[in-house]
């Protein structure tokens, strides 16, 4: 490829395949995300406590395989590059494996907990195998963190598409395919998704580059941690991030339980084919979608540093107002979740962007490129926090006494209201708080940008 091509802006054929990658991802991710745990403990009978320690235990296995698909990744050279061929090669084991989740076999209660650790690890094992070389295709898709920023915005807006589509579409599916069996529904429905999902990531496969192509030196896996661990910057960002995700999935895995337990409307008819569930859930997505498309705008005023501080602290004190609004007000707790959402697909999008300045910023100063190691270990935090995310709102309905399918009591409905407002509250405002100690603002950011360039024979110096 010339240098003239691989400096030249991406175009929206690119921009767009690359976005539905993660749309891709998310019909799963959004899918477990939103409804998993609701179909562990009031479908398939596991009891929440049970289901809050298989989502901690089974990040034993990430801990290892996420770095480790990173490493591999780095080193892989093919005549599609380094990180493309997964998205090929893995895409039908990925769908394959979301079925196997949503199986739901009649078991015994042990045998049931066999199975959701031995199908819950296995689909994370293919999400790693695929999601990380395609989060590290974000860093070698262009030399410009001007375009990749534009990826990014993209990548993030048909993220949002596939968590609306999930939100707006799956309790309708799951009602008209199930005729009144949950298990049956969400088991016909998961098929829908898993197809959509081979399709998606064939497209982006098919419509991607990858322009920067380092050359390695064979150089150690200690080598490579070493240059990781250096990077104070990528720490910050990687524990934020954990707080971040942790935030959202304990938010919108409680939607269910809150709206069900506590909203005295919450599984009325709402717009359309959907009910109130179903609507505040999608809602808070197209919010999403809005922050995600509007990130672009904010930094023409903003540093990255700054808006992401800024979004994390909004987002925490209009979840701590969720909390006092009345159950009978469903149209303003569903804006206040709309517009918390709406600065969680800012916070999203600044932060896949803001792990290429780090993994650029890692190669300026030691002139080793090992983007598939700081994204992989980025997405360990980020699947550490969708885990945690999931099993916090677990462990409090455990605490507080929940029983799937009865009237609650008002310690089990005061345990709701927690998980669903102060919980992620706390965690978002941590986010936040952390943000300040991230070192990389624009000016260095842009030093960088331009040395590598120089570096790689792609501009003059």
């Known amino acids: 490829m010339a240098i003239s091509d691989r400096i030249a802006p991406l175009s929206i054929r690119e921009k767009v395949g690359y976005g539905l990658g993660d749309m891709a991802s ?54 599609w590059g380094k990180y493309r061929p997964y998205l090929l090669w893995m895409a039908i084991p990925y769908a394959l494996l979301g079925y196997l989740l949503f199986l ?20 994370m094992l293919a999400f790693t195998a695929i999601n990380v070389p395609y989060s590290a295709l974000l ?27 999930v939100g707006a579409m799956t309790k309708p599916l799951v009602e008209f395919l199930g005729q009144g069996d949950e298990l049956t529904g969400f088991r016909l429905t998961i098929i829908l998704f898993a197809v959509l999902s081979i399709i998606f990531f064939m497209i982006t496969f098919a419509s991607t580059k990858e322009r920067i192509k380092p050359k390695r030196e064979g150089g150690s896996i200690s080598r490579d941690f070493g240059v990781l661990l250096n990077n104070i910057s990528w720490i910050v960002l990687a524990i934020s991030g954990i707080l971040i995700v942790v935030g959202l999935i304990a938010r919108i895995s409680s939607a269910a339980f809150y709206m069900k337990y506590y909203v005295p409307s919450g599984e009325g008819a709402g717009l359309w084919w959907m009910d109130r569930t179903s609507l505040l859930i999608t809602l808070g997505f197209v919010g999403q979608l809005f922050g995600a498309m509007l990130t672009p705008t904010f930094l023409k005023v903003f540093d990255k540093r700054q808006l992401m501080i800024f979004m994390a602290v909004l987002n925490a004190a ?70 945690v995310g999931s099993a916090v709102p677990a462990f409090i309905l455990a605490g507080f006494g929940f029983i799937a399918n009865e009237v609650q009591t008002p310690e089990a409905i005061t345990g709701i209201r927690l998980m669903f407002n102060i919980v992620p509250a706390l965690f978002f405002g941590a986010a936040g708080l952390l943000i300040v100690f991230y070192k990389l603002n624009g000016d260095t950011v842009k030093t960088i940008e331009r040395e590598l360039l120089i570096r790689r024979g792609e501009i003059a110096a």
């Open 26 to 79: 998310n019909f799963y991710n959004g899918f477990f995300g939103i409804f998993l745990l609701y179909y562990y403990t009031d479908v398939w009978g596991i009891s929440p406590a049970a289901a809050g320690t298989m989502f901690l235990v089974t990040k034993i296995l990430d801990a290892v395989t996420d770095p480790a698909m990173g490493l591999i990744a780095d080193r892989t050279q093919t005549r």
């Open 104 to 123: 739901g076999p009649d078991l015994s209660d042990i045998g049931k907990l066999i199975f959701a650790y031995v199908s819950y690890s296995l689909v």
């Open 139 to 165: 860093a070698v898709i262009h030399p410009k963190t001007e375009e990749r920023e534009k990826a990014t915005q993209y990548r993030f807006i048909f993220a949002s598409l596939g968590t609306l589509t």
């Open 318 to 387: 209009l979840l701590f107002g969720c909390y006092f609004v009345p159950p009978e007000w469903y149209w303003s707790i569903t804006a206040f979740h709309t517009a918390s959402i709406f600065t969680f697909g800012v916070m999203i999008t600044l932060l896949f962007a803001m792990y290429t300045d780090c993994a650029e910023y890692g190669e300026w100063k030691s002139g080793i490129n090992s983007a598939g190691l700081t994204v992989s270990a980025s997405m360990f935090s980020l699947k550490t926090g969708s885990a």
